[in-house]
């Protein structure tokens, strides 16, 4: 495609279907992909489709990107790319001109493409000169919803930003996955540089610490790596649930951590659990973890999820009517991050058909969704319910803990998942916290052994049972 090709994309109208036809295109792959691969390759892709719509040109940050693309996906994509539309369509791959890269992504809000942590993940090319941070400027207090669900880790973390060292050091946040913790920290890093923007800040996911100790330990590099470290104001850790079993990073972290603390700079952790249900975590650092203030965010409840959905919206450039908020929110419920899948869908399902968003509109966007939905009873859900039912928390199902209190229910989650969801037993395993599949069948064997002989235990497995089939 040629230049004046790409500006002589004229009227709005083909505009937005051409978004529409891509966006449909990307929601498809997005289904079939592996989650992994998807984000890798295919969610940084920006298109531009010609007027006519027989040409697609996808834009690439690299050369080596656009070579895998080519090799591993433009036949996919292209065969896609026609379904959707009906007709012959080619599929032209370029790499981003650079002047679009050296320009921040102004796209980053609006688009919202990225999640929290991918954002972190960008190629170098793609990051803003001085982002080495790595704070993402899009995720801030301002566009973080407040629900009851995550008010207390909100004013926790409001409060560090506004005077961090002093209380609540460290700041501990956990949940499930998609609830918005990755949001908030780089939330509290916005807020900070705001107000000092010469603050020392870093956000930093565990798994790239990790690598970093790694690095530091070959090169023999651990004095920079120190003063990288120690020198912070504020260090911003994502999902320590990483550090498990990996003892020479846990040491260096401690280090660092009692370096940090000394000088009264803040640090921010987050994790699936708290911190005494951290599986293969020294202990002197889970008490370290525990030692400022812990906080929980639970899912977003249902007029949450509806003021997300607007918000979110309304960030992209469109309406969605109350009640058609409402009609999603109750439709998917697990996390943010799938409501934010949900929207995306309806928002391209209605550009490229040129329609309103109605109740109709997302019901037939939804269509695969909402009927899978329909048949199934998520593991997750599960085990909310139980963990609501048992009055434990939701973060146990996964923890390494034993307590008969706390391995009953979960054994009974698990039975329920086995029961009432299409997942194998390696799969449950999987989402109780890694745990063998083996563990999972003697779970299920004893409860419905069990269930024959105690009245009490099969009356509450029937609550649980209705309360789930809604
Ligand atoms: P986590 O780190 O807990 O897995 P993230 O912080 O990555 O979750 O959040 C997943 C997505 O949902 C992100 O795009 C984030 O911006 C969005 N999100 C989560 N919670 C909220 C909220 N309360 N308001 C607005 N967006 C949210
Ligand atoms: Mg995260």
Redesign the pocket.
């Given at each position: 495609m040629t230049e004046g090709q790409l500006k002589g994309q004229g009227s709005l109208a083909a505009n937005a279907a051409g978004e529409g036809l891509w966006q449909t295109c990307v929601e498809q792959l997005a289904q079939e992909l592996p989650e992994q691969q998807f984000n890798t390759w295919i969610k940084p892709l920006v298109a531009k489709v010609s007027e006519d719509f027989s040409c697609v040109t996808l834009f690439v940050v690299n050369r080596f990107k656009l070579d895998w693309i080519r090799a591993q996906y433009s036949a996919k994509i292209t065969a896609l790319l026609e379904k959707i539309y009906g007709q012959a369509i080619k599929l032209e791959l370029a790499l981003t001109p650079r002047e679009s890269m050296d320009r921040p992504r102004v796209d980053r809000s609006s688009a919202?493409s990225f999640?929290?942590?991918e954002a972190t993940d960008l190629s170098p090319e793609r990051v803003s000169e001085g982002a080495k941070n790595r704070i993402n400027t899009a995720?801030t207090f301002d566009?973080?919803?407040e629900g009851s669900a995550?008010r207390m880790a909100r004013a926790a973390a409001v409060h560090v930003a506004s005077s961090p060292g002093v209380l609540y050091n460290p700041l501990f946040i956990y949940?499930g996955?998609?609830?918005?913790?990755?949001?908030l920290m780089h939330a509290v890093g916005n807020k900070l540089l705001s107000d000092r923007p010469k603050a020392k800040v870093l956000y930093i996911h565990a798994e790239q610490f990790v690598s970093d100790v790694v690095k530091a330990y070959q090169r023999k590099t651990f004095d920079e790596f120190k003063d990288r470290y120690h020198s912070l104001d504020l260090l911003l850790i994502d999902d320590v649930q990483f550090f498990a079993n990996k003892d020479r990073t846990q040491e260096e972290f401690f280090n660092a951590f009692e370096a940090l603390l000394a000088k009264k700079s803040h640090i921010v952790m987050?994790s699936d659990t708290y911190p005494k249900g951290l599986p293969d975590i020294h202990e002197r650092l889970v008490s370290r973890f525990d030692s400022g203030l812990t906080v929980a965010i639970e899912p977003?409840e249902l007029e949450m999820r509806v003021a997300?959905l607007i918000?979110k919206a309304l960030a992209e450039g469109s309406v969605m009517p109350e009640e058609v908020a409402f009609f999603v929110a109750k439709n998917v419920r697990s996390n943010?991050?799938e409501l934010?899948g949900a929207l995306r869908k309806i928002l391209a399902y209605s550009r490229f058909n040129l329609k309103d968003i109605s109740i109709q509109l997302a019901r037939d966007a939804l269509r695969d969704l909402l009927s899978i939905q329909n048949r199934q009873i998520s593991v997750e859900n599960i085990q909310k319910t139980v963990a609501d039912y048992y009055k434990i928390k939701v973060a146990d199902m996964y923890s390494k803990k034993r307590p008969a209190s706390i391995a009953r229910p979960r054994q009974i989650a698990m039975y329920l998942a086995k029961e009432l969801t299409q997942k194998s037993l390696p799969e449950i395993g999987e989402l109780f916290g890694g745990r063998d599949h083996t563990t999972v069948l003697h779970a299920v064997r004893k409860i419905s052994a069990e269930r024959q002989q105690l009245t009490e235990l099969n009356q509450q497995l029937h609550v649980l049972e209705q309360t789930l089939k809604g």
């Open positions: 919202n999640t929290a942590e995720l566009n973080l919803v995550n949940g996955v998609g609830l918005g913790k990755t949001h987050t977003p997300i918000n943010v991050r934010e």
